[in-house]
């Protein structure tokens, strides 16, 4: 069981190129987030989804943008990467609304844009 | 979903109870109050959580004030190994509810 599993772990990226971030969980969740989280910072919410096709925004949306096609996935892409993205993202996932349970997170991935 | 207050930083001694205070009085009714760990820079860990009663696991116990307006985690005999940032949460439980992290309490156990 890999819980939530996100690729890729390291990226550097030149200012202006696209990517796409990969978070999968196989726990069969309805609930899935993307943050992200500065030196020295708590985690921002940038977006999230309550299920299969839903996605809504967080407290950081700006430069950003998600999809979730299938239940188990939820993508983050940068269409032109800054340097102010530069960061720690971390993809979390959850069974139901967030006071009903635990969340489960990935270990991140650290993008880099020069 | 309510806010939370919490110390920067607190120190611990080994073996010591470390015991984390969190404020979060414009709690509703139906909000649960969690706690999460995020050692180094891994992704953050479930400890906890509970609504109104006091809860118990095997890594910590969980004390809300009868008013609910504030919650004390406890790590009953900490460790080196407990060195971490805590984040106490306040999460609702609809569908528009959503995990938000304030900056946490950064705990350092020391020998």
């Known amino acids: 069981n890999a819980g939530v599993t996100q690729t890729p772990k390291f990226r550097v990226l030149k200012t202006g190129q696209s990517m796409t971030l990969l978070c999968a969980q196989d726990m069969n969740h309805e609930y899935m987030y993307w943050y992200r989280q500065d030196p020295g910072m708590g985690l921002r919410l940038i977006h999230y989804?309550?299920?299969?096709?839903?996605?809504a925004k967080g407290e950081v949306p700006d430069g950003y943008n998600v999809s979730r096609l299938k239940k188990q996935n939820f993508l983050l892409g940068l269409e032109s990467a800054a340097p102010s993205q530069t960061s720690v993202y971390f993809c979390?996932?959850?069974?139901?609304?967030?006071?009903?349970?635990?969340?489960?997170f990935g270990q991140g991935t650290r993008l880099t844009v020069v | 979903d309510a806010k939370t207050t919490q110390p920067t930083s607190m120190d611990c001694a080994e073996g010591r109870a470390a015991n984390l205070p969190c404020n979060h009085s414009t709690i509703s009714g139906n909000e649960y109050v969690y706690w999460y760990r995020q050692i180094h820079s891994q992704g953050p860990q479930y400890i906890i959580h509970g609504l109104k009663n006091n809860e118990t696991n095997e890594m910590a116990s969980l004390i809300i004030t009868e008013d609910r307006k504030s919650s004390t985690l406890i790590l009953p005999h900490a460790t080196l190994r407990d060195t971490a940032v805590y984040y106490c949460i306040v999460v609702g439980t609809g569908t528009a509810s959503k995990l938000t992290f304030g900056t946490g309490t950064r705990l350092q156990v020391t020998l």
């Open positions: 989804s309550v299920g299969e096709g839903t996605t």
């Open positions: 979390a996932s959850t069974h139901g609304g967030g006071g009903f349970t635990e969340a489960f």
